[in-house]
């Protein structure tokens, strides 16, 4: 499952997601976008190990994050 | 057992899905996602009028959807009261950047909150012009480079950084005003904290609400997006103490 989900055409690339991530999950990739930005960048295998604690879209300045979480039914 | 997906943030309602033209870096996006999250959380997007600026946050009314109007240069209050005066019942807030506030626009901001204008002013205080090529500002701090001040700001020719906040604080019409930033996780979620409360006296007609925001400018402070985000605490907040300066819903 995708807890972090980045909206390519949005992230600019700037890193500062990277940076807020207590985990340090999300890196700057090779990829660019249509505008010519890299992108933010997060592997599957990483994307297990996230907690959704969403510090890393709150600093998001494109709002490019969306954050989701798994929650078990009772 | 089952497993259901739950989301934890996604974008706010009034906030359009389009790309900005920020740079890489600049705090504006992220004050953009505050008020139109203080928007959502009211519920007031029909009745919500916002006031553009000229700066790089000229474009507002590409990225929010509500009314906006767009004010000349530095005329935003003023623009602002007549919008709220005319329509009492409508939510009005300035979107304003530090030349516009600070500098043209000095006279507009200063009576519009000693006259206790029904309405919330929402200031980015990045220490230089950023639309117009990083000139010097009248929040540029001592010593700070730019290309109208290339040995560095002089304040024996040039005079000092003005602290909006505090000044603001002084008038007696003022209801509230606060210096906020935005270069870390915990200090956003208190500059919305700051921004929905801003809002809220308005709505609860307690009065004029005013906050500053320390924004980071990476290009024209000639850094990348993380160094400018690291001069925010590092530079800025030494002169620009973050903290509330007038709260008249709190009884000292």
């Not at chain 1, 996230?50 to 490019?64: F, G, H, K, Q």
């Not at chain 2, 989301?7 to 600049?26: D, I, N, Q, S, W």
């Not at chain 2, 901001?109 to 309405?119: K, P, T, V, Y």
């Amino acid at each position: 499952m995708k807890k972090i989900v980045i909206d390519e055409e949005f992230c600019k690339g700037c890193g500062l997601c990277a940076e807020a991530c207590p985990k340090k999950l999300l890196s700057v990739g090779k990829k660019l976008n249509k505008q010519g930005y890299p992108l933010v960048e997060i592997s599957d295998e990483d994307q297990d190990k996230c907690v959704s604690c969403a510090l890393c879209a709150r600093v998001c300045p494109d709002v490019a994050i969306r954050v989701y979480r798994q929650k078990k039914a009772q | 057992m089952a497993v259901s997906v739950q989301p934890v943030f996604e974008r706010p309602k009034v906030l359009k899905t389009t790309a900005t033209h920020y740079c890489a870096g600049c705090h504006h996006g992220i004050v953009h996602r505050l008020v139109a999250e203080a928007i959502d959380h009211f519920g007031v997007q029909d009745r919500t009028i916002g006031i553009g600026s000229v700066g790089c946050s000229v474009l507002l009314y590409e990225y929010f959807d509500i009314d906006v109007v767009e004010a000349p240069h530095g005329r935003a209050p003023a623009v602002g009261t007549g919008v709220k005066r005319v329509h009492p019942d409508s939510v009005v807030f300035t979107y304003q950047g530090d030349g516009d506030l600070a500098a043209i626009g000095t006279a507009e901001i200063i009576h519009a909150a000693n006259r206790g204008e029904l309405m919330t002013v929402i200031f980015l205080n990045n220490t230089t012009y950023g639309m117009t090529g990083g000139q010097m500002a009248p929040t540029t701090l001592p010593g700070q480079v730019t290309t109208t001040s290339p040995y560095g700001r002089d304040v024996k020719v040039e005079g000092y950084p003005i602290r909006m906040a505090e000044l603001i604080a002084m008038l007696g019409g003022t209801g509230f005003s606060a210096r906020v930033a935005v270069d870390t996780p915990q200090r956003v979620l208190e500059a919305g904290k700051t921004i929905r409360k801003a809002f809220g006296m308005q709505i609860e007609k307690q009065g004029f609400a005013f906050v500053e925001v320390l924004g980071a400018c990476p290009t024209n402070w000639g850094m990348s997006a993380l160094e400018a985000n690291a001069r925010v605490s590092g530079e800025m907040m030494g002169y620009f103490p973050l903290g509330v300066y007038k709260d008249i819903t709190v009884s000292a």
